[in-house]
Nanobody
Framework: QVQLVESGGGLVQAGGSLRLSCAASGRTSDNYFMGWFRQAPGKEREFVAAISWSGGSTGYADSVKGRFTISRDNAENTVYLQMSSLKPEDTAVYYC????????????????WGQGTQVTVSS
């Protein structure tokens, strides 16, 4: 079992930046892919970014490429999402996810999920 706890959300003006953190606990010795998803009001949850265990491979949704950066610190069991040039359409609850299989993670069927953190971008 892996427990995930997100933090770092908040209210920011358009063009601003935020850094989200996801702290993992439990069976963190396994090699998990980690990712971020988001869900805006009235919309389905969507993939944002993912990172491999080593951090050597990353992937992003087209809507955030060039603005968001995912990273991880395995010594601290933490994954980060640095968000820059934020837009009002980035407003959503952001969820951290983990799974040993990249296909499960990227398709939104990860085994483990955090509780979410709200990001609101004002225009």
């Amino acid at each position: 079992q892996v427990q995930l706890v997100e933090s770092g959300g908040g209210l920011v003006q358009a063009g601003g930046s935020l850094r989200l953190s996801c702290a993992a606990s439990g069976r963190t010795s396994d090699n998990y892919f980690m990712g971020w998803f988001r869900q805006a009001p009235g919309k389905e949850r969507e993939f944002v970014a993912a990172i491999s265990w080593s951090g050597g491979s990353t992937g992003y949704a087209d809507s955030v490429k060039g603005r968001f950066t995912i990273s991880r610190d395995n010594a601290e069991n933490t994954v980060y999402l640095q968000m820059s040039s934020l837009k009002p359409e980035d407003t959503a609850v952001y969820y951290c996810a983990a799974d040993p299989r990249i296909n499960s993670l990227s398709s939104g069927k990860a085994n483990y999920w955090g509780q979410g953190t709200q990001v609101t971008v004002s225009s």
